[in-house]
């Protein structure tokens, strides 16, 4: 067959994918002087300034916390799910990803009605004679912005494995004298291991570098990475700097990459779950 | 009891993730600005949507970007996926990478690195910057959904066609493309829904007055809650549903009609990655 067919594309590949990384790598490794530019560390370094460890120490802490409750929440909910609970499996994984089709921001802002002073949550507080509270705008908001719209990254790549599982091995740990907490611990845990690692993965990294969640349920005072970015860009129009928080970003994309295919070993069709 | 507490939990995590759409329904039909109280029922907010200019118009570039980027992104994507499949060794492998790279990096990294492009080439921001930007995040996609089908081909069959007389580009038209296409539609169709519910990417390639769908909600949102959006999610969850719908009683439909299941199987988890790819 021909290969002809893919010049198109490779055109179209450098110009739009190559050519664009390359031009973040210039701007995140220069920095303007009079005459052009110069080869400089400088915005590197102006990452460790406090501020900005800040920012990154908050949006580690806040998408780390958000994956361990995806998990916690996700990884039961996967297993019932592959389980035989219910008689239409492929009902209730379609109810599941159905919210998934609304818009993401749509989604976002359904939770401002919720959680808002005069939200339903608080009027609801205030006819049980129960003092408000203040959820909107605080880190807690984040959260659970961040967990409600990356649950189903965690829950559908475990479901995806649990299923895949050999219902004999299972049952081969029980008729060995295993109980079922133990079967759990060293038999199906561990299978299901590289589902959980993508699972981590797919909602760490982008709980990590969201500004729309953090900008509609923080109210803009939890400055996260994302936003930071966002910030060099759109408002202070300090491209190196923009840059180089986002080679970071790359970079740490690859590492976990790398940890995931440690983990995933020959299975390259699963990487788009 | 194990079986009931097991799916009581399954029913918990539902009412998670349709509470609050639930909730955007019902205060869309709410005759009250004011969030908590009901003011009893209206359509105000509907009728408002509908003349709402802004609104009416971003609808209208959502639709017509997500059209075309797809239709454009699924030939490019189509055609290199051929190609991909056909090359060997280090070319192949460093394609892929490069390929994988749309789909890996965070989209704000994307996002900025084709912000970068254009205005370093001084293309004015607008309506062809937001088109180029679509094809580029939706081809990945389009390759990964066809490859697949590429894998599962028979590769005597285009040499068949070509002992009986067919061109090269006969042979691919008639034969590669009829039978790939399952792949195709998947991927036209992730194309799509990708390009609809994109918001980070456009926000940072398109220019001042054109501004799709998710724009319009990211800056109506800034400022607090309108019931407009409501209004506009009740509107688009239900069509959304519908659809869903319409593609389940088909697909039932044809597993009745005896093709075999596995198929039909196969189809139905395509349709949840696609959903899924709505993300």
Same mark, same amino acid.
């Given at each position: 067959m021909k290969r002809s067919t893919l010049f198109p594309y490779l055109i179209w590949m450098v110009l739009f994918i190559v050519v664009p990384m390359f031009l973040v790598l210039y701007y995140a490794f220069t920095v303007p002087t009079e005459s052009g530019a110069t080869w400089s560390l400088e915005n590197f370094a102006r990452f460790f300034e406090p501020i900005y460890l800040k920012v990154l120490w908050r949006s580690l802490r806040l998408a780390l916390f958000s994956t361990v409750i995806c998990l916690i929440i996700g990884y039961p909910a996967a297993m019932v799910m592959a389980g035989n609970a219910f008689e239409r499996k492929s009902v209730v994984l379609l109810l599941f990803v159905v919210? @998934?089709? @609304?818009n993401f921001l749509l989604r976002t802002y359904a939770w401002l009605t919720i959680l808002e002073r005069n939200g339903v949550i608080n009027v609801l507080l205030a006819n049980l004679n129960l003092p408000s509270l203040n959820i909107l705008y605080t880190e807690g908001a984040v959260v659970l912005g961040m967990v409600y719209n990356f649950l189903p990254f965690m829950v559908l790549p475990i479901y995806s494995v649990l299923s895949k599982i050999d219902r004999g091995v299972v049952e081969a740990a029980g008729d060995l004298g295993a109980n079922s907490l133990q079967v759990f611990a060293k038999v199906i845990f561990p299978l299901s291991l590289p589902g959980v690692v993508s699972g981590v993965t797919m909602v760490f990294m982008p709980a990590l570098t969201t500004f729309v969640i953090s900008r509609l349920l %923080? %109210? %803009?005072?939890?400055?996260l990475i994302g936003n930071l970015i966002e910030q060099q860009f759109l408002v202070v129009g300090d491209w190196g700097f923009g840059s180089s928080i986002s080679v970071v970003m790359i970079v740490l994309i690859l590492l976990s990459m790398a940890i995931m295919s440690f983990f995933e070993g020959e299975e390259k069709d699963v990487a788009l779950w | 009891m194990v079986r009931f507490l097991k799916r009581s939990y399954i029913y918990l995590v539902f009412a998670f993730l349709y509470m609050p759409i639930a909730v955007l329904m019902v205060y869309s039909f709410n005759d009250s600005r004011s969030r908590g109280m009901w003011g009893g029922f209206t359509l105000r907010w509907y009728v408002e949507l509908f003349q709402d200019r802004t609104i009416m118009s971003s609808l209208y570039s959502t639709l017509f970007i997500g059209v075309t980027s797809a239709v454009i992104a699924t030939i490019i994507g189509t055609l290199a996926a051929i190609g991909i499949h056909n090359s060997r060794g280090i070319q192949k492998k460093l394609i892929m990478n490069v390929t994988y790279l749309p789909v890996l990096n965070p989209e704000i990294v994307t996002a900025i690195s084709l912000m970068i492009l254009f205005v370093f080439t001084k293309v004015r921001l607008g309506y062809l910057t937001l088109l180029l930007s679509h094809i580029t995040f939706n081809i990945p996609y389009v390759i990964l959904s066809v490859l697949p089908k590429l894998r599962q081909l028979n590769k005597h069959l285009y040499e068949a066609a070509l002992d009986l007389g067919c061109t090269p580009a006969g042979a691919l038209w008639k034969v590669i493309i009829p039978e790939i296409m399952p792949g195709i539609i998947t991927g036209l169709l992730l194309a799509f829904t990708l390009s609809i519910d994109d918001f980070v990417i456009s926000f940072f390639t398109t220019g001042s007055g054109v501004s799709t769908l998710s724009i319009t909600i990211y800056s109506m949102a800034r400022r607090g809650i309108n019931p407009k959006i409501n209004a506009l999610s009740t509107i688009m969850f239900t069509f959304v549903l519908l659809l869903l719908i319409i593609v389940n009683i088909r697909q039932a439909r044809e597993q009745r009609k005896g093709r075999n299941g596995k198929n039909g199987q196969k189809r139905q988890m395509d349709a949840l990655r696609t959903g899924f790819g709505g993300v």
């Open positions: 919210p @998934m089709w @609304m %923080g %109210g %803009g005072q939890f400055t | -």
